[in-house]
């Protein structure tokens, strides 16, 4: 979407965008229902096949963890987590992001060790301080997690910020709010 040689962005109501504890929820959710194919997996893998069917389970799960938290994330249909907490992924045009800035988000969120680590909770409480409650990783992927019923009430040019986090320096997108 450009306009005027700029590219657009929209955003929603303050309101709309998941917080802190909806979004600790939903990953709490998604993460037990991983847990929970993994552990299934492995021990029907090691009853089929003794010696190699705990391996066969583990990288069956990670396939099947990718297309739920990466495939069924960013569709209609969503996670359990995404279900539960009435949220929905959008890239910051307001289009279904792709697999890749799914993928990513993902990636990032493992690097980070979850909500155990620096990087993980930096991660999370970056939501606290910014206006449409992304997390850091939202911000790099240019997405927002807000409500499923949400609607965008506005657009703005996309402009990037310049932050710099544990060492880096990182130039992140942002749409900013006519007024």
Not at 12 to 36: C, H, K, N, Q
Not at 92 to 101: E, F, K, L, T, V
């Amino acid at each position: 979407m450009v306009s005027n040689g700029r590219e657009e962005g929209i955003y929603y109501r303050r309101e709309d965008y998941a917080g802190l504890w909806r979004r600790v929820l939903v990953s709490t959710v998604d993460a037990l229902v991983a847990f929970a194919g993994l552990v299934a997996l492995l021990l029907l893998g090691d009853t089929i096949l003794a010696a190699t069917g705990a391996a066969l389970g583990f990288f069956t799960w990670l396939a099947l963890a990718y297309v739920y938290l990466v495939v069924c994330k960013r569709s209609r249909a969503r996670t359990l987590g995404y279900r539960l907490g009435r949220v929905k992924i959008v890239s910051i045009r307001g289009d279904a992001p792709s697999s890749w800035r799914v993928t990513f988000r993902l990636l990032f969120a493992l690097m980070g060790g979850g909500f155990s680590s620096v990087l993980g909770l930096i991660d999370l409480l970056w939501i606290s301080g910014d206006d449409h409650r992304q997390t850091l990783r939202d911000k790099l992927a240019h997405t927002y997690v807000i409500r499923a019923s949400a609607e965008p009430v506005g657009r703005g040019p996309i402009s990037y910020d310049v932050y710099h986090v544990l060492a880096w320096t990182l130039f992140v997108p942002g749409v900013r709010r006519k007024t």
